[in-house]
């Protein structure tokens, strides 16, 4: 076999198994809220971040070009 075919065998075989670091399957009629919210709340602050930080950098742009 290829070193192709033998990566897609194993992504294949891999796709169906859980991983070893997973002790149970995740409830999905109970979720765990804390780190429901706390995901959501990470990935809320990094957009923020990322829009705060784009906004200086185009401002900082203009600056620099005479644009403003």
Not at 43 to 64: C, I, M
């Amino acid at each position: 076999a290829t070193p192709l075919e033998l990566g897609i065998l194993f992504f294949v075989g891999a796709v169906g198994r859980r991983s070893m670091f997973t002790a149970s399957k995740p409830d999905t009629v109970h979720p765990n809220w804390l780190r429901v919210g706390l995901s959501f709340g990470t990935a809320a602050l990094l957009w923020g971040l990322l829009f705060k930080q784009h906004s200086t950098d185009v401002n900082e742009y203009k600056v620099r070009n005479g644009l403003e």
